[in-house]
């Protein structure tokens, strides 16, 4: 998916998300500025390059640039 990076905050091949066993995995693809990954109840954590975290309802993912999304539950 592409996404707008007016301040080019956001590498061509920043993340990937991906479904493995039923589970949500957000990936960092040693992106400039990485991901950060905020959990219910915690703060926001940079993901390290290469690193996999998996995110659940409510979870949400920084991407930077002001872009971010939400996990939600599925129907």
Known sequence: VTVPSPQQDISRTHAEVRVENGQVLVTDLASTNGVHVTKQGEGARR??????????????????????FTVERGS
């Open 47 to 68: 993901l390290h390059p290469g690193e996999a975290t998996v995110v659940e309802a409510g979870h949400v993912v920084d991407l930077g640039d002001g872009v971010t």
